[in-house]
T-cell receptor
Framework: DQQVKQNSPSLSVQEGRISILNCDYT??????FLWYKKYPAEGPTFLIS?????DKNEDGRFTVFLNKSAKHLSLHIVPSQPGDSAVYFC????????????FGTGTRLTVIP | SAVISQKPSRDICQRGTSLTIQCQVD?????MFWYRQQPGQSLTLIAT?????????ESGFVIDKFPISRPNLTFSTLTVSNMSPEDSSIYLC?????????????FGSGTQLSVL
């Protein structure tokens, strides 16, 4: 059973506009959420995270929003750049320990110049 | 962060054979993991590689199929044994440093395995 879901396999956005990637989860015990970015032929790299005690975390052009009541989080990229084109994975955990991460299936973002 | 070298980067193998994937880290790490990403699926944890002892496998994964070694704090191998086409996946080595609460994972570049 998939506990972390990314229902949009792909997204295309014009350069300079906002990219919004969505993620839903089913386990109410999750208290920490992460986004990873993956380029072709490379491993995923950590992008940004948020604890369940917050509803927003911002790092430069990247902002993650958490809606606990809806069990939903989103990643906003503003402004989008062609170099942002990659696959983005959402991940969640309910316990400390790197072996407790659950990943979504990923969303492929294409930023059109 | 860590620099993780994983090889081979890709391989095409025949059914019934085995492939060993190597993972080398540029610094000593507390935790090393092996993940699998099947086509269209999420990253799934296969096992935690424990230094000097047997790996800890997740539900659905067994040592006979995925033997793992970790002789020291910077190196690990994953073997995919008696391969079938269903084993065609990307296999990823990952590491984490403990003691920081919710650890972030650092990943190798992955091994794209195709089984004919």
């Amino acid at each position: 059973d998939q506990q972390v879901k990314q229902n949009s396999p792909s997204l295309s956005v014009q350069e300079g506009r906002i990219s919004i990637l969505n993620c839903d989860y089913t386990n109410s015990m999750f208290d920490y959420f992460l986004w990873y970015k993956k380029y072709p032929a490379e491993g995923p790299t950590f992008l940004i995270s948020i604890s369940s005690i917050k509803d927003k975390n911002e790092d430069g052009r990247f902002t993650v929003f958490l809606n606990k009541s809806a069990k939903h989080l989103s990643l906003h990229i503003v402004p989008s750049q062609p170099g942002d084109s990659a696959v983005y994975f959402c991940a969640a955990s309910s316990l400390t320990g790197a072996n407790n991460l659950f990943f979504g299936t990923g969303t492929r973002l294409t930023v059109i110049p | 962060s860590a620099v993780i070298s994983q090889k081979p980067s890709r391989d095409i193998c025949q059914r019934g054979t085995s492939l060993t994937i190597q993972c080398q880290v540029d610094s000593q790490v507390t935790m090393m993991f092996w993940y699998r990403q099947q086509p269209g699926q999420s990253l799934t944890l296969i096992a935690t590689a424990n230094q000097g002892s047997e790996a800890t496998y997740e539900s659905g994964f067994v040592i006979d199929k995925f033997p793992i070694s970790r002789p020291n704090l910077t190196f690990s191998t994953l073997t995919v044994s008696n391969m079938s086409p269903e084993d065609s996946s990307i296999y990823l080595c990952s590491v984490a440093y403990s003691g920081t609460g919710h650890e972030k994972l650092f990943f190798g570049s992955g091994t794209q395995l195709s089984v004919l």
